[in-house]
């Protein structure tokens, strides 16, 4: 029963923050990861009630230490990467639209990296309006999200 009220409150409080950030957590809606696993994960991107446009573009940078693999497509957007010179993938660039009050999710596949780590997955959304979010811990109110491998 313990384990099941544990599991709950994680789910919640998971559930709780994805519903105001752009938030990465494993496709089980974990905040942690084994080391050297391929993992599924899910970016969460909510069109918060502040602003005053539909999102347009979302772009993610790939943590170092994690290689990302594939993505999911995700219905009614395209998606671009960004590439290294060595070929290895740097960030990932989904356009499309996030009306007011509505959220997207985005999903993809990787390899976490082979040592303990914290994963900080810089988010930055565009509005229609031009306007920018970003969510890279450069502002408190828009932390980036992360998630621990270990």
């Not at 997207?104 to 994963?119: D, E, S, V």
């Amino acid at each position: 029963m313990r384990t099941l009220m544990t599991f709950l409150t994680a789910i919640l409080f998971c559930g709780a923050s994805a519903s105001a950030h752009a938030v990465v957590r494993t496709e089980l809606g974990m905040a942690e990861s084994a080391l050297d696993a391929t993992e599924m994960y899910r970016l969460q991107v909510p069109n918060e009630t502040a602003a005053t446009s539909a999102t347009t573009e979302v772009r993610m940078l790939v943590p170092d230490g994690f290689t990302l693999t594939r993505t999911v497509q995700a219905p009614g957007w395209q998606r671009t990467f960004e590439k290294a010179a060595d070929g290895k993938i740097t960030a990932v660039v989904w356009t499309g639209r996030i009306q007011l009050q509505e959220i997207a999710r985005f999903y993809f596949q990787g390899m976490n990296p082979k040592a303990a780590a914290t994963l900080t997955w810089k988010v930055y959304q565009r509005y229609e309006d031009g306007t920018v979010t970003a969510w890279d811990d450069a502002n408190k109110e828009f932390p980036a999200s992360s998630t621990t491998v270990r």
